[in-house]
């Protein structure tokens, strides 16, 4: 490659996807965090949520997305979503060279944060029945107590961008209690959806529950691999970020400029 290539590539975009809108929440801390690149984000909101699909269904979907993405020039691919991590992400990077990025639930932080050694976990139906969560229980979860609970209905409450809601409260509420009788002092947000709804959850456990976010921890990670790679984008001007939604919501631009910011540039496909 000579050098005006390699330079064109760094300032291809770093192109993020989830199953809806859940996913702006890792975008937010790779734009905080990478300032200068240009970031692409399709959301899947059409086929929302991942968390009841079967893993061939949402290995489909990945890859035409890939696919999508990759024509719109990425350089890299982050998975945003923890069900889409733990069903496609290593049939993802087998058919595809540019390096792929994944989510999963932060057991291993949490199980070093907790006190008491409970941790509870809040995710999707399809990440907790997973192998890959499977994994990270064996790997991670041996000397804590780990309590799960699905959250069925929460994902389409953040996609409709009902965020404060009584409906989300009590969806909240009644998430968050089982965990809270188990005694756990550390709680996963083990789906890219919720730190969306993180002040409803915060209200429901109080001040008492540390919470654990991973999008942070991906930022950092995409950060190191891009500069190990050479990949940083060596432009000094903020990045563009684009937007791209499938869904057939008539709101389903505002729920992203409500999540995002008014200078949201949204296209639907």
């Not at 990759?70 to 049939?91: D, M, P, R, W, Y």
């Not at 961008?161 to 083990?190: F, R, S």
């Amino acid at each position: 490659m000579t050098l005006n290539a390699e330079l064109a590539h760094r300032n291809k975009p770093v192109a993020v996807f989830d199953s809806g809108v859940g996913g702006i929440s890792v975008l937010q801390h790779i734009h905080a965090l990478l300032p200068h690149e240009t970031l692409h984000y399709y959301a899947d909101s059409k086929h929302a949520p991942y968390g009841s699909k079967t893993p061939a269904e949402i290995e489909a979907r990945c890859f035409e997305i890939a696919d999508f993405l990759i024509e719109q020039g990425a350089k890299v691919l982050v998975v945003a979503c923890n069900t889409a991590t733990a069903a496609a992400i290593s049939a993802m990077r087998a058919k595809y060279t540019l390096p792929i990025f994944g989510m999963e639930p932060a057991v291993k932080p949490a199980a070093a944060a907790s006190k008491n050694g409970i941790v509870g976990v809040l995710a999707t139906t399809g990440t907790l029945k997973s192998a890959q969560f499977a994994g990270l229980l064996e790997s991670y979860g041996r000397n804590v107590k780990v309590v799960t609970q699905a959250c069925a209905g929460l994902v389409e409450c953040v996609e409709r961008g009902e965020l404060h809601t009584q409906n989300t409260l009590k969806l909240v509420e009644q998430y968050c209690q089982p965990l809270l009788d188990e005694g756990a002092d550390t709680i996963v947000l083990g789906c890219t959806h919720y730190p969306f709804v993180r002040p409803a959850i915060e209200q429901v456990l109080g001040n008492k529950v540390v919470l654990i976010d991973t999008g942070a921890a991906v930022a950092t990670h995409l950060q190191k691999r891009l500069s190990a790679l050479n990949l940083l984008s060596d432009s000094q001007a903020a990045g563009d970020v684009r937007f791209w939604t499938n869904s057939c919501a008539a709101e389903a631009s505002q729920v992203i400029v409500q999540l995002w910011g008014a200078n949201a540039e949204v296209t639907h496909v």
